[in-house]
């Protein structure tokens, strides 16, 4: 098993320009998640979802949206990219949301900075 | 809302030397979890804490759940390079908020040999 992987690990944009990031997860899981991590500032979560087709937002979801179209994958985009957004991006899933299901699983992290 | 918060914030400490950090919640938790996040990597669940005042060990780590199920602490004995990294604390959401989990912003441990 793969575990959680995400799509890319890098990334240039300058200010105004969209992406998606992708997210992957191959262990059936029905939580996933998007947070970003800046220094001293810890993981702050950006958007959830408790499974396909639905979405929630998070402590600072401005700025981005999401869609989990399929059970599997979990899509971040940047509609006009800003320098603010410079960040890791880290997705992570979980089996549930009690007790030991609520064990969170992350990605390795997508650096993206934005000029 | 719910907050989870964690001291402090940065620790350096000697090769051998004990470490500590703390976690403390707005709200009673169902159970608290660990995460360690190496330099350039991402967290790795270390583990869960479910009953009040549970205590368990791995290896040289040592996690407390308090009475209350309030706060939580990590202590590190005679810390080893390897133990280099960000330590943080999460507590999982209620109600409405079922299904996060509230991180508080860790603790970064640096040893020096």
């Known amino acids: 098993n793969a575990g959680v992987t995400q799509t890319p690990k890098f990334r240039v944009l300058k200010t105004g320009q969209s992406m998606t990031l992708l997210c992957a997860q191959d262990?059936?899981?029905?939580?996933m998640y998007w947070y970003r991590q800046d220094p001293g500032m810890g993981l702050r979560l950006i958007h959830y979802?408790?499974?396909?087709?639905?979405?929630a937002k998070g402590e600072v979801p401005d700025g981005y949206n999401v869609s989990r179209l399929k059970k599997q994958n979990f899509l971040l985009g940047l509609e006009s990219a800003a320098p603010s957004q410079t960040s890791v991006y880290f997705c992570?899933?979980?089996?549930?949301?009690?007790?030991?299901?609520?064990?969170?699983?992350f990605g390795p992290g997508t650096r993206l900075t934005v000029l | 809302g719910q907050q989870v918060m964690q001291i402090p914030q940065y620790q350096h400490v000697q090769e051998g030397e004990d470490f500590t950090t703390y976690c403390n919640s707005s709200?009673?938790?169902?159970?608290i979890q660990w995460y360690k996040q190496r330099p350039g990597g991402h967290p790795v669940f270390l583990i869960q804490l479910v009953k009040s005042g549970e205590v368990k060990k791995q290896k040289r780590l040592t996690f407390q759940f308090g009475e209350a199920k309030k706060n939580s602490s990590l202590h590190i004995t005679a810390t080893q390079t390897t133990d280099v990294g960000t330590y943080f604390c999460?507590?999982?959401?209620?109600?409405?908020?079922?299904?996060?989990?509230?991180f508080g912003r860790g603790t970064q441990l640096t040893v020096w040999p």
């Open positions: 979802s408790v499974g396909e087709g639905t979405t």
């Open positions: 709200t009673t938790l169902s159970n």
């Open positions: 262990m059936n899981h029905e939580y």
């Open positions: 992570a899933s979980s089996r549930g949301a009690v007790g030991s299901y609520n064990e969170q699983f």
């Open positions: 999460a507590g999982p959401g209620r109600g409405s908020t079922l299904g996060r989990l509230y």
